[in-house]
């Protein structure tokens, strides 16, 4: 069933929005997709985040996945509302032809008379490379080699992990706050919740985004979490959900 939000540049939309992200890091499943594309499209301005905590936080993750699909830096675009009036022809009269000036003896002759061919000995077709030619050429060759070297970018998942805690006397707001605390390139922290397993015990399931070639989740869990200080608060950690996340394409 489609997910339905009222109109998003009102107040009361924006609360549901942000209320249904609590517990969520995309608008549906657990990776990206075109819902959370045509979200993203109907927030005309990025609402405050510190009224909408949750919002911000999938905004910024939403605009990370699509950003790389948009390689160019932006110039800036200025495009003009009304094109000028005077650029369209509104009569008959616009459209004819210009008159042809008459044409004088003297100017006759004067366009009949060819003009002066240049001396051979002006022309250096196999001169000397300028500084400026030979710094144009060395920067036309480095945008080459760079672009040759360039690296393809790496592919990036989606993660939900379960966290457990020791016993029912652990701390759980101590424990996200020791799964949060892990910070590397390319590792991405997303939505939480607590989920029951058995009475008086809980378990932390997170959500997570990271970049391949950058994190391997089992050295996250073996290195990270399940050692000192964290193994503290935590038990072990499984893996319930490993996605790997399609780049958004351009509407056509």
Known sequence: MAVQFPDLSSQQGLKQLDEYLLTRSYITGYEGSRDD???????????????????????????????????GAAVGVHIESEAAASAVPTSSRDLAPAAVPET?????????????EADDDDLDLFGEETEE????????????????????????????LDVKPWDDETDMKKLEECVRSVSMQ?????????????????????????????????????????????????????????NKICEFQPFL
């Not at 030619?133 to 939900?160: D, F, H, I, P, Y």
């Not at 200080?229 to 072990?236: L, V, W």
């Open 37 to 71: 594309l045509a979200v993203y499209a109907a927030l005309k301005h990025l609402p405050v985040p510190a009224e909408f905590v949750n919002i911000s936080r999938w905004h910024s993750h939403i605009a990370a996945l699509i950003g790389p699909s948009f390689c």
């Open 104 to 116: 004088t003896p003297a100017a006759a002759t004067a366009e009949a008379t060819p003009a002066p």
């Open 133 to 160: 030619e030979a710094a144009a050429a060395a920067e036309r060759e480095a945008s080459k080699k760079a672009a040759g070297a360039k690296k393809k970018e790496s592919g990036k998942s989606s993660v939900l």
């Open 186 to 242: 390319g590792l991405f922290w997303g939505a939480s919740k607590l989920v029951q397993v058995v009475a008086g015990i809980k378990k932390l399931q997170i959500m997570m985004t990271i970049v391949d070639d950058e994190v391997s989740v089992d050295n996250l869990i073996e290195d990270y979490l399940t050692s000192e200080p964290n193994n503290e608060y935590i038990q072990s950690c499984d893996i319930v959900a490993f």
